[in-house]
């Protein structure tokens, strides 16, 4: 359970998102039915930009339990690139029943937001793994290489238009929402292939340690794809139903509110689980001032 709790401290929101699989067929959308199409999605690019920094808390039923750091920089080693890095460690009591110091960074032209490496660091009491995902889009493809202490294991992802975890919220956060709007997006994150469906609720006003902002409520969705696109068949995902319907949910609901407005930040996430709830809140952002 330790495990379990921790990982869901830190995949909450989509801000670290390593563990998304918590979150499979979480949510108001219906299970595909065949073939998946996924939209490209116009957006504004100068929504997150480098010199932007973000600190959020995580608690586990009201005790304090992790801390993360989200930072946008430009990328020393390719002109024009930016790269966006979250660091996430257990605090106090639960850093003595779990100890955690993972990080996850991803590197993409803002152009796009299309991830071209995207990078894992997990050093935990019970996992210790570093990996590595690289994008080809024009082949539609994308390489992982993931290394333990004692092994090393590779696989291959088909794709149509794929995003990192990371490079998928900074594209959420790129894009205008109003209540009912509903945007499929394509996800891999090196593990799994996943379809992820935002769809956005009421509107309203959100106070968290940061100040007050002018909210909106988006309610995520996560089903698991094949690493074929091949094999999305009605036949497969009615399987996948039935398997998800058998495993004990780690996450009985989600919820995440944003910033309405550019450059929109997570502001807070609040999850049930089985064990009690986990909640997510925003205690700094910072963003260099946007163009006149």
């Keep these: 359970m330790r495990r379990k709790l921790i990982h869901a401290l830190l995949a909450i929101g989509g801000v670290i998102a390593v563990g998304p699989s918590l979150l499979l067929a979480l949510g108001p959308a219906p299970y595909p039915q065949g073939p998946v199409t996924f939209e490209s ?6 929504t997150v930009r480098p010199g932007e920094k973000s600190v959020y808390r995580f608690s586990w039923n009201g005790i304090d339990a992790a801390r993360a750091v989200f930072e946008i920089s430009k990328d020393p080693k390719k002109a024009g690139r930016i790269c ?27 152009e796009t937001l299309q991830p071209e490496v995207y990078n894992i660091q997990i050093r935990e009491s019970l996992d ?47 894009l205008p929402w109003k209540p009912g709007d509903q945007r499929s997006f ?13 769809e956005a609720a009421e509107e309203g ?16 969705s996560i089903f698991e794809l094949p690493g074929e696109r091949a094999r999305e068949t009605k036949r497969y995902f009615e ?12 996450m009985t609901s989600f919820t995440l ?30 963003a260099p001032p946007g163009p006149p």
Aim: aromatic share 12%.
């Design 205 to 220: 006003e959100v106070t968290v340690p940061a100040g007050t902002f002018k909210a909106i409520r988006i309610q995520p």
């Design 41 to 46: 999605y116009q957006f504004d690019p100068a």
């Design 128 to 174: 210790y793994y570093d990996m590595n995902v690289r994008f080809n889009h024009e082949q539609g493809a994308a390489e992982r290489v993931k290394k333990r202490l004692t092994r090393t294991t590779e696989r291959s992802f088909e794709f149509t238009n794929a995003f990192c975890p990371m490079s998928a919220a900074m594209l959420i956060r790129s």
């Design 257 to 286: 509110w944003m910033a309405a407005d550019p450059p929109r930040p997570f502001l807070k996430a609040r999850s049930d689980v089985y064990f009690g709830h986990v909640d997510m809140e925003l205690m700094e952002f910072h």
């Design 186 to 198: 394509e996800v891999v994150d090196g593990n799994e292939r996943y379809l992820l469906v935002v």
């Design 84 to 110: 966006a890095r979250a660091d996430a460690e257990t605090v106090g009591a639960a850093a003595l029943l779990y100890l955690a110091q993972d990080w996850v960074s991803s590197c993409m032209m803002p």
């Design 239 to 250: 399987r996948q139903k039935m398997k998800d319907q058998k495993r004990t949910a780690d």
